[in-house]
């Protein structure tokens, strides 16, 4: 019964904070995007005048907030360099809302007891971790690259190079003021030459005396080659191997025809697998760091300890 009502108090700190559990999770879980999350322990005496719901008097939570990824500045080491003892956070940011002007310019040092750590895929007990998303960078950096040109290439709406020939003297770095500016105006028009922004060019009728050629003349330069690709094709290869990374291409299935209902039972098993690893990944700093303390503090025997069970 005793060790019941210990359980019984950890499961009421869930819900006595000022801010919900889901929440916190919530903001844990960015270590995914970064690699890390830190967050600040606030304990508080449960009193009602302190603001809790609770009157017993022991030491609870008040909140579990986050320090932002972008102001962490530096990671604090023992003198052999081997155990982190703290961290260094650089509170010098522009605050529009004027928020928080009593801590501009500053740099707060955080205890290593004062916080929790989350780290995904730990490797050499790293601080930051190792962010999901780098497994997926090369595939997004490629797609967006391609995009960009179907984009270019559907909004030019041409087949080859758009051209411009004028006389070579306006090219010159002795030609006049008036011609260097022809110049740059023929360089920004064929630049700039998108369907519906600038279909058309006014060219003038100008000929040469001597050999009767126009001076000015604007032709498509077509691209000499046999191979065509299917660009959509390519970029919706990026997408299956950044879902990958996930292991949340099941996401795709249907989306082109293929696809079975025992091939979709399979991923699904290794997506929750995925998923249940990342859990792990937070219950267990919970179970190691948080309620540990929460003992100490309370001065309670920690031979046998509650845990948190995702599920």
């Known amino acids: 019964p005793a060790e019941q009502a210990k359980t019984d108090f950890i499961n009421s700190c869930m819900d006595d904070m000022e801010h919900s559990w889901f929440e916190f999770i919530k903001e844990a879980t960015s270590m995914y995007t970064f690699g890390f999350s830190v967050h600040e322990k606030v304990y508080r005496q449960r009193l009602k005048r302190t603001g809790s719901k609770y009157n017993d008097g022991l030491i609870g939570l008040r909140k579990l907030p986050i320090r932002s990824q972008d102001t962490i500045s530096k990671w604090i080491f023992d003198s052999t360099g081997r155990n982190l003892v703290g961290l260094e956070q650089d509170v010098t940011f522009s605050d ?5 002007t009593t801590l501009k310019d500053t740099k707060v040092t955080i205890d290593r007891p004062k916080f929790l750590l989350f780290r995904s895929n730990v490797k050499r007990d790293n601080p930051e971790g190792v962010s ?5 960078y090369q595939s997004w950096k490629w797609r967006l690259a391609l995009e960009e040109h179907e984009a270019i290439g559907v909004s030019r709406e041409m087949r080859g190079i758009p051209v411009i020939y004028i006389p070579p003297h306006y090219m010159s770095p002795d030609a006049s003021v008036e011609q260097k500016a022809i ?6 028009a064929v630049t700039n030459l998108h369907m519906n922004e600038q279909t058309g060019m006014v060219m003038p009728m100008a000929y040469d005396p001597d050999s009767k050629q126009p001076l000015f003349k604007f032709e498509l330069m077509s691209v000499m080659g046999t ?4 660009v959509g094709s390519i970029i919706q290869r990026y997408d299956n191997k950044m ?3 996930f292991y949340a291409d099941l996401l795709k299935m249907g989306q082109e025809k293929v696809g079975s209902f025992s091939l979709a039972g399979a991923k699904t098993n290794i997506l929750a697998m995925a998923i249940e ?14 309620i540990p303390q929460l003992f100490a503090l309370n001065k309670w025997a920690d031979e046998r300890l509650p845990t948190f069970v995702f599920d």
Do not use: S
Not at 96 to 100: A, K
Not at 282 to 289: A, P, R, S
């Open 277 to 290: 690893h990342r859990l792990m990944e937070i219950q267990t700093v919970l179970n190691t760091d948080l």
């Open 96 to 100: 529009d809302l004027y928020r928080f």
């Open 132 to 136: 999901l998303l780098k497994n997926c």
């Open 243 to 245: 879902l990958m990374a």
């Open 183 to 188: 110049y740059d105006y023929y360089k920004r």
């Open 227 to 230: 191979k065509g690709y299917d």
